[in-house]
């Protein structure tokens, strides 16, 4: 699943700590779901989201073969 | 945003527990060593097997504390990291407790699994996999 967590970051001028403390995760969590090797569940999505003030699905994107 | 308590939160010892665990394998370890090289004349062989055997309970249990005890920031990734550990964990010994009549047949030693050795090595299995995919992230 791709996402775009980091681009969304850039625009708030957020580190992934200041995110992760946002949504009460670790960095390394945040970390994880930017490098794709972690899907988070349906709760922290909606949490990243509600942070850039949007919708999971303007920054979670399934991919063609999923 | 606060975390609030999740359901599916398992339930963990206070992260001092590491602590616990660490002074456990301490006090188990030094008098091992001491009775390793001072004491093993002296003492009789029953009084050997309940100083193995205790020695062996604390290590165990001193591992158990650090394995199961919070750390500092526990989410949902600690927890599939936990239980992807604890899966390895529990197919590796599965394979382990299998493939040990073998490799004493084949070395021609006689060296059977007791319940103790299952679980040290699952918990020592469990916490390298658990430190391994945690530094990987």
């Excluded at chain 1, 699943?1 to 001028?13: G, P, Q, S």
């Excluded at chain 2, 188990?28 to 004349?41: D, E, G, K, Y």
């Excluded at chain 2, 197919?91 to 040290?120: E, G, M």
Aim: proline share 3%; glycine share 2%.
């Amino acid at each position: 699943m791709k996402n775009t967590i980091k681009v969304e970051r850039a625009k708030l001028n957020l580190t992934q700590q200041d995110l992760a403390d946002k949504v009460g995760v670790s960095r390394q969590t945040i970390n994880s779901i930017e490098a794709e090797r972690y899907v988070p569940s349906t709760v922290l999505a909606l949490k990243i989201s509600e942070v850039f003030k949007t919708t999971v699905n303007e920054i979670f994107k399934l991919e063609k073969d999923e | 945003m606060q975390k609030k308590k999740n359901k599916k939160d398992i339930p963990l010892f206070p992260a001092y527990f590491k602590l616990v665990g660490l002074i456990l394998i301490l006090l188990a370890l030094v008098p091992a060593i001491i009775f390793i090289s001072m004491l093993h004349t002296k003492l009789s062989i029953p009084a050997k097997e309940l100083f193995k055997t205790y020695t062996y309970d604390a290590f165990i249990l001193g591992l158990f504390f650090i394995a199961w005890s919070r750390d500092k920031i526990e989410d949902e990734l600690t927890f599939a990291i936990r239980l992807k550990s604890l899966v390895f964990a529990f197919f590796s010994i599965i394979f382990f407790v299998i493939l040990t009549p073998l490799i004493n047949f084949l070395l021609q030693v006689n060296d059977d699994l007791t319940a103790r050795s299952v679980v040290f090595i699952m918990l020592i299995e469990y916490l390298g996999m658990y430190y391994l995919q945690k530094r990987g992230r």
